[in-house]
């Protein structure tokens, strides 16, 4: 009996607008220096496909920087039965361009029966658009995807029953199994096998990394909140649905990355790390374990979730970096996009962090609909104020989207927002929303935000705070990623298309 062959795969999306950050992020955008983040959910639908006795091949061309023609090519010559595609709005028309194309060429060559898989966010909230718009064969909607996959491929090998969450064709009719569930216990998933998912290509070039070579995990799905307005991948991990693995299988996890990969930073990319009894059993666990002394550990946090003793626990259990979602500096900001955040939270969280030895990070957004320019100025000086003082390190800034999917795109709906549903100007290099600012307005202010940290007083703090050569690998590498985003978001980016 044939093997089937399956490719989880990125195909290379050429761009001016420079090199497509899709796989394990929230927020897409085209970045002009280069970064590439681990995905999750395919690597673990890799392993587990492969520890099921299925032929897998991972297959990022995006990451191995070829062209799409040196990917197709390697493509055509393995010829695999099933190709699973991850996707987000920005490239979704690319993805139909790419998924006909390659359907085509398959009924051409002959012998060749090729079934393409779509995940993700897009997906999961318009799976009918994509049934129509491409000659896609299964959709797999929600967050456990990794899971959806494997029961796609049982099905067409072993007609197992499909699982909700699954959109698919049936004698020329599109079907679908309902909504999804996310009902799957995160420790059955075998630890990701990152030989198989070339772990190495996602090891360097990422911003977070101080000490290198670096990987990720994913402890969680997603974020115990889950209800904030903007967020894309509330569409996939509702917070109701919030699950993480046990303490100890993370433990044996992170035992695996530094004993066999010799990894040397670890970034958790669970929404918002768990907190509680969960934390303090992991960071104990960290400490007894000595993991605490091999390797650095980031992860996701809200701002207004933990106490100073937890921070300085976690700030021996080896914790480093820490991202958190500021967003804005207005309060109405905070409760119209729910993010269950008052203003006065947010330094005193930071300086908690601070004061335990981490390194925080902020997120913030420009563009909302009901912001005056003073409004998002004063998202502007907080953040100024909190370099200026030294409570955070480091930032990043992007241009509000609404994806479909969440509360704000079908606010946008409601309010006649929408600048264009051209989707191809969902990249967070222009405003897709009405506002009271001005699409320059917009880009400057994106712009000012990655200029506050240039005050004398931080400056001078973290020249003389280097203490080795990864200090100064790491500030020339930030450097350099900030030149990127100023360019990211010039003036000279398109206006959104009609």
């Given at each position: 009996?044939k093997k089937i062959k399956i490719n989880i795969s990125y195909p290379p999306l050429a761009s001016e607008k420079g090199i497509p950050l899709l796989g394990q992020n929230r927020q897409f955008q085209w970045f002009n220096n280069p970064t590439y983040i681990?995905?999750?959910?395919?690597?673990?639908?890799?392993?587990?496909?492969?520890?099921?006795?299925?032929?897998?091949?991972?297959?990022?061309?995006?990451?191995?920087?070829?062209?799409?023609?040196?990917?197709?090519?390697?493509?055509?010559?393995?010829?695999?039965?099933?190709?699973?595609?991850?996707?987000?709005?920005?490239?979704?028309?690319?993805?139909?361009?790419?998924?006909?194309?390659?359907?085509?060429?398959?009924?051409?060559?002959?012998?060749?029966?090729?079934?393409?898989?779509?995940?993700?966010?897009?997906?999961?909230?318009?799976?009918?658009?994509?049934?129509?718009?491409?000659?896609?064969?299964?959709?797999?909607?929600?967050?456990?995807?990794?899971?959806?996959?494997?029961?796609?491929?049982?099905?067409?090998?072993?007609?197992?029953?499909?699982?909700?969450?699954?959109?698919?064709?049936?004698?020329?009719?599109?079907?679908?199994?309902?909504?999804?569930?996310?009902?799957?216990?995160?420790?059955?998933?075998?630890?990701?096998?990152?030989?198989?998912?070339?772990?190495?290509?996602?090891?360097?070039?990422?911003?977070?990394?101080?000490?290198?070579?670096?990987?990720?995990?994913?402890?969680?799905?997603?974020?115990?909140?889950?209800?904030?307005?903007?967020?894309?991948?509330?569409?996939?991990?509702?917070?109701?649905?919030?699950?993480?693995?046990?303490?100890?299988?993370?433990?044996?996890?992170?035992?695996?990355?530094?004993?066999?990969?010799?990894?040397?930073?670890?970034?958790?990319?669970?929404?918002?790390?768990?907190?509680?009894?969960?934390?303090?059993?992991?960071?104990?666990?960290?400490?007894?374990?000595?993991?605490?002394?091999?390797?650095?550990?980031?992860?996701?946090?809200?701002?207004?979730?933990?106490?100073?003793?937890?921070?300085?626990?976690?700030?021996?259990?080896?914790?480093?970096?820490?991202?958190?979602?500021?967003?804005?500096?207005?309060?109405?900001?905070?409760?119209?996009?729910?993010?269950?955040?008052?203003?006065?939270?947010?330094?005193?969280?930071?300086?908690?962090?601070?004061?335990?030895?981490?390194?925080?990070?902020?997120?913030?957004?420009?563009?909302?609909?009901?912001?005056?320019?003073?409004d998002a100025q004063k998202t502007v000086t907080l953040a100024k104020c909190l370099f200026e003082k030294g409570y955070v390190d480091t930032l990043q800034a992007t241009i509000l989207i609404p994806y479909p999917g969440t509360p704000l795109f079908a606010e946008c709906k409601k309010n006649k927002w929408l600048l264009t549903e051209n989707w191809d100007d969902f990249d967070?290099?222009?405003?897709?929303?009405?506002?009271?600012?001005?699409?320059?307005?917009?880009?400057?202010?994106?712009?000012?935000?990655?200029?506050?940290?240039?005050?004398?007083?931080?400056?001078?703090?973290?020249?003389?705070?280097?203490?080795?050569?990864?200090?100064?690998?790491?500030?020339?590498?930030?450097?350099?990623?900030?030149?990127?985003?100023?360019?990211?978001?010039?003036?000279?980016?398109?206006?959104?298309?009609?």
């Amino acid at each position: 009996m044939k093997k089937i062959k399956i490719n989880i795969s990125y195909p290379p999306l050429a761009s001016e607008k420079g090199i497509p950050l899709l796989g394990q992020n929230r927020q897409f955008q085209w970045f002009n220096n280069p970064t590439y983040i681990y995905p999750m959910v395919p690597a673990y639908a890799a392993t587990l496909l492969k520890s099921k006795g299925y032929d897998v091949v991972w297959d990022d061309g995006i990451a191995e920087e070829l062209t799409y023609e040196e990917w197709k090519k390697r493509l055509l010559k393995r010829k695999p039965d099933i190709i699973i595609l991850e996707t987000k709005t920005p490239v979704v028309k690319r993805h139909w361009k790419i998924i006909n194309e390659l359907k085509k060429t398959s009924l051409e060559i002959g012998n060749w029966k090729l079934e393409i898989v779509l995940v993700g966010d897009h997906v999961t909230a318009l799976p009918l658009e994509s049934m129509i718009k491409s000659k896609v064969d299964f959709i797999a909607t929600g967050g456990d995807y990794d899971f959806l996959i494997l029961n796609i491929v049982n099905y067409l090998t072993k007609k197992t029953p499909l699982e909700p969450g699954i959109w698919y064709r049936e004698n020329g009719q599109v079907k679908n199994t309902g909504h999804f569930l996310l009902n799957h216990s995160l420790d059955d998933l075998p630890i990701i096998d990152r030989d198989l998912t070339h772990w190495k290509l996602y090891a360097y070039k990422n911003g977070n990394y101080k000490n290198t070579p670096g990987t990720y995990t994913y402890c969680a799905r997603d974020c115990w909140w889950g209800r904030c307005k903007f967020c894309s991948w509330t569409t996939l991990y509702p917070g109701k649905d919030f699950r993480k693995h046990s303490v100890g299988r993370m433990l044996d996890e992170i035992g695996v990355l530094i004993e066999k990969y010799h990894i040397k930073e670890i970034m958790d990319d669970a929404g918002t790390f768990p907190v509680g009894k969960w934390l303090k059993d992991f960071c104990e666990g960290m400490i007894k374990r000595g993991y605490n002394k091999k390797i650095r550990f980031d992860c996701n946090m809200r701002l207004n979730a933990l106490s100073q003793e937890e921070y300085n626990l976690m700030g021996k259990a080896g914790f480093r970096f820490i991202l958190y979602g500021l967003e804005s500096a207005n309060q109405k900001t905070l409760d119209k996009i729910n993010k269950n955040l008052k203003v006065e939270q947010i330094e005193e969280s930071v300086k908690r962090a601070k004061k335990a030895g981490l390194e925080p990070h902020i997120t913030t957004m420009m563009g909302y609909p009901w912001e005056t320019k003073k409004d998002a100025q004063k998202t502007v000086t907080l953040a100024k104020c909190l370099f200026e003082k030294g409570y955070v390190d480091t930032l990043q800034a992007t241009i509000l989207i609404p994806y479909p999917g969440t509360p704000l795109f079908a606010e946008c709906k409601k309010n006649k927002w929408l600048l264009t549903e051209n989707w191809d100007d969902f990249d967070q290099r222009m405003p897709v929303m009405k506002s009271p600012l001005t699409d320059n307005d917009i880009k400057q202010l994106t712009q000012e935000l990655y200029k506050s940290f240039m005050t004398p007083k931080f400056i001078f703090r973290k020249i003389t705070g280097v203490r080795n050569f990864n200090d100064i690998k790491f500030l020339l590498h930030a450097a350099g990623k900030v030149i990127g985003h100023l360019t990211d978001f010039g003036s000279k980016q398109n206006l959104p298309s009609n």
